[in-house]
């Protein structure tokens, strides 16, 4: 039996073994399974707003560590490569800004910033040189509103993987949502990034460990959507609190929904509040540490403060708390496995048999 095996029947399920979430060789394993094919998000599109325009980042910095380019070319087309010369793997491009073309100064090997290798110093009588090997891989992009995602080998098909919010939530004019720096928040936490998913993927806390979050929920019509890369906790509002102005073409119209979150597989999340989406990105760093960076982009900014997204921070810290007692816990010699409650942890049994899956 592998490893790592989770009954797809939930009344009957344990939940993954101690070890995935303990083990450093695992930690390691899991970078190249999961993560090396998965979708990730890389940035805004105003990044290279204009054609010459180059963003150097590193792909899941603490994990994957990929040296990765984003490019708008001359042509007005995007690219996102790797940030590494096809000569002897020196970082290409060092810096954001507008070029012409991407020239590596350890040797002098020139790109277009489409990727093609288009001058070297001292190549001559090299036989097929250039060639494709000489060129910039590339990495698939793709954009869903303002926002890239960008994948080393992905499994399946980006809007695959988004799923059904480009259609359920149509109506939101995403492109018109303003990033908010100043709100923005990178918070560490002492525990593996796994243990962090499994606490943002159920509901059954809330009235334990967010006393004043349960007070803007109904938390009798909390509930969760499994979908094909992830899941949807709708947040139904308490009495009076705010809730969404949904339109009448909206599949959701009628109900009071405070809070759409979504996840998906294995690191990101949507938190669409009625003054607009806070973007969480889970970066794993080692296997008791992870980074967890909050990205707030305002829609109707007369709406913050209020609701379910009315205090992220406090409910962040909480939620903080709880997984580092918990990654002490899952250390003892005395734990391995749990078990699931049927309706309030259907997000965690799928986030286990995805990752099950994944690691083979």
């Given at each position: 039996?592998?490893?790592?095996?989770?009954?797809?029947?939930?009344?009957?399920?344990?939940?993954?073994?101690?070890?995935?979430?303990?083990?450093?060789?695992?930690?390691?394993?899991?970078?190249?399974?999961?993560?090396?094919?998965?979708?990730?998000?890389?940035?805004?599109?105003?990044?290279?707003?204009?054609?010459?325009?180059?963003?150097?980042?590193?792909?899941?910095?603490?994990?994957?560590?990929?040296?990765?380019?984003?490019t708008r070319d001359l042509d007005?087309?995007?690219?996102?490569?790797?940030n590494v010369c096809t000569h002897?793997?020196?970082?290409?491009?060092?810096?954001?800004?507008?070029?012409?073309?991407?020239?590596?100064?350890?040797?002098?090997?020139?790109?277009?910033?489409?990727?093609?290798?288009?001058?070297?110093?001292?190549?001559?009588?090299?036989?097929?040189?250039?060639?494709?090997?000489?060129?910039?891989?590339?990495?698939?992009?793709?954009?869903?509103?303002?926002?890239?995602?960008?994948?080393?080998?992905?499994?399946?098909?980006?809007?695959?993987?988004?799923?059904?919010?480009?259609?359920?939530?149509?109506?939101?004019?995403?492109?018109?949502?303003?990033?908010?720096?100043?709100?923005?928040?990178?918070?560490?936490?002492?525990?593996?990034?796994?243990?962090?998913?499994?606490?943002?993927?159920?509901?059954?806390?809330?009235?334990?460990?967010?006393?004043?979050?349960?007070?803007?929920?109904?938390?009798?019509?909390?509930?969760?959507?499994?979908?094909?890369?992830?899941?949807?906790?709708?947040?139904?509002?308490?009495?009076?609190?705010?809730?969404?102005?949904?339109?009448?073409?909206?599949?959701?119209?009628?109900?009071?929904?405070?809070?759409?979150?979504?996840?998906?597989?294995?690191?990101?999340?949507?938190?669409?509040?009625?003054?607009?989406?806070?973007?969480?990105?889970?970066?794993?760093?080692?296997?008791?540490?992870?980074?967890?960076?909050?990205?707030?982009?305002?829609?109707?900014?007369?709406?913050?403060?209020?609701?379910?997204?009315?205090?992220?921070?406090?409910?962040?810290?909480?939620?903080e708390a709880v997984v580092e007692?918990?990654?002490?816990?899952?250390?003892?010699?005395?734990?391995?496995?749990?078990?699931?409650?049927?309706?309030?942890?259907?997000?965690?049994?799928?986030?286990?048999?995805?990752?099950?899956?994944?690691?083979?």
């Amino acid at each position: 039996m592998p490893r790592f095996c989770v009954d797809p029947d939930i009344t009957r399920a344990e939940t993954l073994p101690s070890e995935f979430y303990t083990s450093a060789s695992v930690f390691d394993e899991a970078k190249e399974k999961i993560f090396a094919r998965s979708w990730q998000f890389v940035g805004e599109i105003d990044q290279v707003k204009v054609p010459g325009a180059v963003a150097p980042f590193t792909m899941l910095e603490g994990c994957l560590d990929e040296p990765l380019v984003l490019t708008r070319d001359l042509d007005d087309q995007f690219h996102c490569m790797s940030n590494v010369c096809t000569h002897r793997g020196n970082v290409v491009c060092e810096g954001a800004g507008t070029e012409r073309s991407l020239r590596c100064r350890y040797h002098g090997r020139r790109f277009d910033l489409a990727g093609k290798c288009t001058f070297m110093p001292e190549f001559e009588g090299v036989i097929g040189f250039p060639g494709p090997a000489d060129n910039l891989p590339h990495v698939p992009l793709e954009r869903f509103g303002p926002w890239l995602f960008a994948s080393l080998s992905p499994t399946l098909p980006f809007q695959t993987w988004l799923d059904e919010i480009p259609t359920r939530l149509a109506w939101m004019p995403f492109d018109e949502f303003l990033f908010a720096p100043e709100r923005s928040r990178t918070y560490t936490v002492r525990a593996h990034w796994a243990l962090y998913i499994d606490n943002y993927l159920e509901g059954f806390h809330i009235p334990y460990i967010h006393p004043a979050l349960n007070e803007t929920l109904d938390y009798g019509n909390y509930d969760t959507y499994l979908l094909g890369s992830g899941n949807l906790q709708y947040g139904a509002a308490g009495e009076g609190e705010p809730c969404f102005d949904l339109p009448t073409d909206s599949a959701d119209f009628g109900q009071k929904i405070a809070a759409y979150y979504y996840w998906l597989f294995p690191n990101f999340m949507f938190n669409f509040y009625p003054w607009g989406v806070s973007l969480n990105v889970v970066r794993p760093v080692g296997p008791n540490l992870t980074k967890v960076a909050f990205l707030p982009y305002v829609w109707k900014p007369e709406l913050l403060g209020q609701g379910a997204g009315g205090d992220l921070d406090r409910v962040e810290r909480e939620d903080e708390a709880v997984v580092e007692l918990v990654q002490k816990g899952l250390r003892s010699r005395l734990y391995d496995r749990g078990r699931y409650a049927p309706r309030r942890e259907r997000g965690v049994h799928q986030f286990h048999r995805m990752i099950a899956e994944a690691m083979g």
